[in-house]
């Protein structure tokens, strides 16, 4: 890392994955706003649809998600009754849509439910919204309680795509963060998740986790490839113990330092890449025939709550407790607590806690940000054409970029802002240019690299 950058690297940054970001919302103590963002879904708008399963059967130090451990299924089993009642609660209220398109688990740990319950979830999603002919359905699995009468049901209830959380091989790490879980067993999930037809396979990576190494991460790195996964994602661990308070069990002391953790990540950038993977955007990376690889190629790449993706809709639902929606005009949250969900659930009211409005300069702005944060460039004179805005709307992150340019984070020629390969990894830095929000919420965010 170039000496110069270590300021810029330590400030605190949002991921970029909305914007505004989850930082800006407010309470909402009232559904007008609620609704008058859902009066623009059209009998033509596609859903995507998201389901948070707040329960780990182990607590990873780590996590910064909203779980807990339910200490036996009765906690579980209560809450997928107050998830089958909120289903119903959205249905009732949304207007006429087209179907779904898209369906993610994840947590949490979505294989915390049995499966007679996840089977009955399925279905239910799909009765209530609708199931397009080209529905992706993905879930997010942890390998270490992941059984294989789960992985078949999956199957049966038509999943395309799971999503394993590896993180890192090395035994000292699982042992620093409390995740134990050997080669041997991903890579049996692996099979048996094959085997049932389930095929498209993406696994999770961290680099920056306690007593991790640079050979940790390219051994991590090179296993993911060599079992063909077909997205990787390598994700920095963001050290936020304000926030999750079970991360105090981490030691500073054990963190890697932030020119180690930049090698970390430059490490598993040069085995993937060089094992014939596509980078793409911050952390993702997709083998060239995969439909992400493909929607960057397309210009059609999208960076959501769910992190790169190639899924159309513009329009989420998000269930459970914690869980984010979006909607034309603004992105809005159920609450953590689930005595505050469940009650409002069970009210027949929108389990809506907190969210933000976008005005028509949020818009533009999030466009200019998801763009130049999935392809690494962005011309602000064709943001300002599609969203319909004058270019001298975000003029001033053109001069907020140029001051960048000495440091070698980005070049701007004319409307056009770049990021060089070699800077991939301070790309919030430049999207943050775009951000006028950002000094009201710098201290909720962790570093940006």
């Not at 994700?235 to 890697?256: C, M, N, S, T």
Request: one cysteine or more; glycine letters at 8%; proline letters at 5%.
């Amino acid at each position: 890392m170039r000496q110069d950058w270590i300021s810029l690297a330590t400030a605190r940054l949002p991921r970029y994955t909305s914007y505004p970001t989850a930082a800006d919302f407010s309470d909402m103590p009232d559904g007008h706003a609620v609704r008058s963002a859902m009066d623009r879904i059209t009998p033509e708008t596609s859903l995507g649809v998201y389901v948070h399963v707040p329960f780990c059967e182990k607590l990873c130090w780590y996590c910064g998600c909203a779980t807990t451990v339910p200490n036996g299924y009765r906690r579980v089993s209560s809450f997928v009754d107050v998830l089958m009642k909120e289903i119903d609660v959205w249905r009732n209220h949304l207007p006429a849509h087209a179907d779904m398109r898209h369906l993610h688990f994840g947590g949490g740990s979505p294989n915390s439910l049995n499966c007679g319950d996840f089977r009955e979830i399925i279905n239910h999603i799909k009765l209530a919204f609708g199931v397009d002919e080209d529905i992706e359905i993905d879930i997010e699995l942890d390998p270490r309680t992941t059984t294989d009468a789960f992985i078949e049901t999956l199957a049966s209830c038509g999943v395309t795509r799971a999503s394993l959380g590896v993180q890192t091989l090395s035994d000292p790490v699982q042992k620093a963060i409390n995740r134990i879980q050997p080669r041997h067993m991903v890579t049996a999930k692996l099979a048996h998740l094959r085997q049932n037809g389930i095929r498209r396979i993406n696994m999770d990576l961290m680099y920056g986790l306690p007593l991790q190494t640079r050979e940790d991460v390219k051994e991590a790195a090179q296993y993911a490839a060599d079992v063909g996964a077909d997205r990787i994602s390598l994700f920095g661990y963001a050290h936020v113990p304000w926030f999750a308070k079970h991360q105090r069990a981490i030691r500073d002391e054990d963190l890697p330092g932030l020119e180690e953790r930049f090698e970390q990540a430059r490490v598993g950038h040069e085995v993937l890449t060089g094992e014939g993977y596509v980078a793409i955007g911050l952390d993702h990376y997709a083998r060239p025939e995969d439909s992400l690889a493909q929607s960057l190629r397309d210009g059609t790449i999208r960076r959501t709550f769910q992190g790169y993706t190639d899924n159309p809709c513009k329009t989420l639902i998000g269930l459970g407790p914690s869980a984010i929606s979006e909607m034309p005009g603004g992105f809005f949250q159920t609450s953590k607590a689930q005595p505050i969900w469940r009650a409002q659930v069970e009210g027949g009211v929108l389990p809506i806690s907190r969210g933000v409005l976008q005005s028509a300069d949020d818009k533009v702005r999030a466009r200019a940000i998801e763009t130049v944060m999935s392809t690494m460039r962005v011309d602000i004179a064709d943001v300002a054409r599609e969203m319909r805005a004058p270019v001298r709307a975000l003029e001033p992150a053109l001069d907020a970029a140029r001051k960048l340019e000495p440091l070698g984070l980005c070049t701007v020629s004319g409307t056009i802002v770049e990021v060089p390969e070699e800077a991939r990894m301070m790309l919030r830095t430049v999207a943050s240019c775009f951000d006028w929000r950002l000094a009201s919420s710098e201290g909720r965010h962790a570093v940006a690299v």
